[in-house]
């Protein structure tokens, strides 16, 4: 089993920073995807940003150039770095990990989502 952690969100203003952090742990040999999705009110959870081993990063048009996500495979850690938040980056902040563990002499492969945590941004 993986489990995935968040902490850092919380309410800024607008042109405000913060900084998100998940942890995954449990049976974790590789990492092969961890993202970040986002859901705002009466809205579908969209992806806002995901780093790929041995691929690279892919960003929301929307925040291109105001965040940065970043990853430490030896923390199992992926963090995601949000400047020059608008109002319309509100919403519950969701962690996704995809990785694969050890079962016996078989690699398993795991999904994992994080309880969500909120971010606010005021005008």
């Known amino acids: 089993q993986v489990q995935a952690v968040e902490s850092g969100g919380g309410l800024v203003q607008a042109g405000g920073s913060l900084r998100l952090s998940c942890a995954a742990s449990g049976n974790i040999l590789n990492i092969n995807e961890m993202g970040w999705y986002r859901q705002a009110p009466g809205k579908q959870r969209e992806l806002v940003a995901s780093i790929t081993t041995g691929v690279g990063t892919r960003y929301l048009d929307s925040v291109q150039g105001r965040f940065t996500i970043s990853g430490d495979n030896a923390k199992n850690t992926v963090y995601l770095q949000m400047n020059s938040l608008t109002p319309e980056d509100t919403g519950v902040y969701y962690c996704?990990?995809?990785?694969?563990?050890?079962?016996?002499?078989?690699?398993?492969?795991?999904?994992?989502w994080g309880q969500g945590t909120q971010v606010t941004v005021s005008s």
């Open positions: 996704h990990v995809n990785v694969e563990g050890r079962v016996g002499d078989f690699l398993a492969e795991y999904d994992a």
